[in-house]
């Protein structure tokens, strides 16, 4: 179930650098980059909001869980990355 969990957190991270990429064009890393941070992104801060903030239980609450997490923790770190690369 854990890895269902890791999985579901890189798609959706994937599919938010995607998101962005079409949205913006000039933002980031192109969309193969943005899609590969939006999913690290989602691993790593899912991860770690997993282990401090609420959680849900069940199955319907571990994909409930991955999918908020995995789209904060992809968001904030697209966002981090909008800063760290500056033109």
Same mark, same amino acid.
């Given at each position: 179930?854990? #890895?269902? @969990?890791?999985?579901? @957190?890189? +798609?959706?991270?994937?599919?938010?650098?995607? &998101?962005? *990429? !079409?949205? !913006? /064009?000039?933002?980031?890393?192109? @969309? *193969?980059? =943005?899609?590969?941070? %939006?999913?690290?992104? +989602?691993?790593? #801060? %899912?991860? #770690?909001? +997993?282990?401090?903030? /609420? *959680?849900?239980?069940?199955?319907?609450?571990?994909?409930? =869980? @991955?999918?908020?997490?995995?789209?904060?923790? %992809? %968001?904030?770190?697209? &966002?981090?990355?909008? &800063?760290?690369?500056? /033109?």
């Amino acid at each position: 179930m854990v #890895i269902l @969990s890791y999985l579901i @957190s890189a +798609a959706v991270g994937a599919a938010m650098g995607w &998101f962005l *990429t !079409q949205k !913006q /064009p000039d933002y980031g890393l192109g @969309s *193969t980059g =943005n899609m590969v941070v %939006g999913a690290v992104g +989602a691993l790593v #801060i %899912g991860y #770690i909001l +997993a282990m401090v903030g /609420p *959680t849900l239980g069940g199955f319907i609450g571990l994909l409930i =869980n @991955s999918v908020v997490y995995s789209l904060l923790g %992809g %968001g904030i770190a697209l &966002f981090a990355l909008k &800063f760290v690369k500056r /033109p």
